[in-house]
């Protein structure tokens, strides 16, 4: 059984419910469970000047056991790029349909495809690459109905920050305009996903939309625009966040998602979810670099002794960190020791608090580096006050 959770703008929400109505009684003929249950409405606001535009939304949870289809299951959707496939999926697919071409395996015709679908035997493990027009006729199903609901309750392999908000449309846009909007916003206010007010994606899409809408005009939009000027540190913040994400290396969908927009001239709306999500990325990256080249400012970078050497050490408690292990709560002391070194000790006793002074005499069990930082790791210790 799995939940899925889909934000649904109020004004589609009969269309929403017409789709689900459609496939209950689908999945009723194979005694596969689904139903959804309707959360509480909530509203986003945009705030220009002294004027509000606001969306409202509703939250639902989809249950359901799989979208399965005399045992094909849909596991995601492949979308050709030129700088190589993004893949949607809600499971685990090969690797090789980031890079598959444009085919079909049911009618074995190759030629680009606005859809092309990845489905799985959920008997013997078999995928294929079935294309839109054959999708109905190899599942036996609406596929104009598959692919709208497949969008609202696909889950996404990413991190927690991207977007998970509906986009309609074919329009491209340019990736460099998308991504100054983005540090345009996030100069002035910090990345937001989805589950804020005025999230980066759906501010930056604002920002860069050509045809006012009835809620926001174009004298309006012109206001928006302005309230989030381009400057030289905005345009080096899309420009740092460019080479970041280019540079990227992992091999999970998302990431590979990324390289490829990010290599990409053109983006599409259904894009600006996985590109602004790059923000979170990168900050959390800086944040990181930013807090390594402190400690390597307050510790010496060498190591205290020789593994195995049993000594006295006069440590400063700086940190302090607990987890669970299989045999209880663990506390990993980060501390200094009088010559700046940096002493590390995972122990299961609460004996020290941070800010205080200790004498610990301990044996050497490890020489290690962490985040590019000697770090000298004891065990046995015997903890007295100094």
């Known amino acids: 059984m799995k939940n899925f959770e889909v934000r649904v703008i109020v004004t589609e929400e009969k269309r929403f419910l017409t789709a689900t109505k ?5 999945t009723q003929k ?10 509480t409405p909530y509203k986003v606001t945009h705030k220009i000047d002294d004027k509000e535009y606001t969306t ?5 949870t989809i249950m359901t056991d799989e979208l399965k289809f005399d045992d094909w299951q849909l596991a995601g959707t492949i979308d050709c790029r030129e700088g190589g496939n993004i893949l949607r999926t809600n499971m685990e697919v090969p690797e090789s349909y980031r890079t598959v071409s444009h085919k079909c395996d049911y009618c074995t015709t190759k030629r680009i495809r606005k859809d092309t679908f990845i489905v799985k035997n959920a008997v ?3 995928f294929k690459q079935i294309g839109r027009n054959c999708l109905g006729l190899f599942l036996g199903v609406n596929v104009e109905f598959l692919l709208n609901l497949f969008d609202f309750i696909r889950s996404e392999d990413t991190d927690e920050s991207e977007e998970n908000t509906r986009y309609y449309g074919v329009q491209t846009y340019y ?4 991504v100054n909007a983005c540090a345009r916003l996030v100069i002035k206010e910090g990345f937001k996903s989805s589950q804020f007010n005025g999230a980066t994606a759906s501010s930056a899409n604002y920002m860069i939309y050509t045809r006012p809408t009835t809620a926001m005009r174009k004298e309006t939009l012109e206001a928006f625009r302005t309230n989030y000027p381009e400057t030289e540190e905005s345009k080096k913040l899309a420009n740092d966040v460019i080479e970041y994400t280019k540079a990227l290396t992992g091999d999970t969908n998302y990431i590979n998602n990324l390289r490829i927009l990010y290599n990409s001239e053109n983006i599409q709306s259904k894009d600006f979810g996985y590109v602004a999500s790059a923000f979170s990325g990168y900050l959390k990256a800086k944040e990181i670099e930013f807090k390594r080249i402190n400690e390597a400012k307050a510790y010496s970078n060498k190591w205290a002794g020789e593994i195995s050497e049993r000594k006295n050490f006069e440590v400063e408690v700086v940190n302090c960190h607990t987890t669970d292990t299989k045999f ?3 506390y990993i002391y980060t501390m200094k020791d009088n010559n700046k070194n940096r002493i590390t000790w995972f122990t299961n006793d609460s004996k020290m608090e941070v800010g205080s002074k200790y004498k610990v005499k301990a044996t050497i069990k490890k020489l290690d580096v962490y985040n590019g930082l000697k770090q000298t790791v004891i065990t046995r210790g015997k903890v007295t006050n100094l």
Request: with cysteine; hydrophobic share 15%; aromatic share 14%.
């Open 22 to 26: 459609r496939m209950e009684k689908r």
């Open 30 to 39: 194979t005694n596969t469970h689904f139903s959804t249950t309707r959360g």
């Open 56 to 60: 409202e939304y509703v939250k639902y």
């Open 124 to 126: 013997s493990g078999e």
């Open 175 to 178: 990736l460099n305009e998308f």
């Open 328 to 330: 209880g709560k663990c």
